[in-house]
Nanobody, 124 residues
Framework: QVQLVESGGGLVQAGGSLRLSCAAS????????MGWFRQAPGKEREFVAG????????YYADSVKGRFTISRDNAKNTVFLQMNSLKPEDTAVYYC?????????????????WGQGTQVTVSS
């Protein structure tokens, strides 16, 4: 089992920045492919970013490419999502997710473990 706990969400004005963190426990963190997803009210959960075990490969949704950066610190069992140039359409609950297989997936069904989510609200 893996436990994931997100933090860092909040209210920010358009153009601002936030940094989300996700702390993992219960399994060797370096053996997990990590992802961030988000879900806005009335919409399906969607892939935002993913990072491989060692951090050498990263993947982004087109909507956040160039604005968001995913990274990980395996010594601290933590994955981060740096969000810059935020837009009102980035408003959503953001979820951290983990999968045991070390290859990219943007599918919700491709992830084995989920955090409880953290709210990000971007005001115009």
């Amino acid at each position: 089992q893996v436990q994931l706990v997100e933090s860092g969400g909040g209210l920010v004005q358009a153009g601002g920045s936030l940094r989300l963190s996700c702390a993992a426990s219960g399994r060797t963190f370096s053996s997990l492919f990590m992802g961030w997803f988000r879900q806005a009210p009335g919409k399906e959960r969607e892939f935002v970013a993913g990072i491989s075990w060692g951090g050498s490969s990263t993947y982004y949704a087109d909507s956040v490419k160039g604005r968001f950066t995913i990274s990980r610190d395996n010594a601290k069992n933590t994955v981060f999502l740096q969000m810059n140039s935020l837009k009102p359409e980035d408003t959503a609950v953001y979820y951290c997710a983990a999968r045991s297989r070390n290859y990219y997936s943007s599918s919700v069904n491709g992830y084995d473990y989920w955090g409880q989510g953290t709210q990000v609200t971007v005001s115009s």
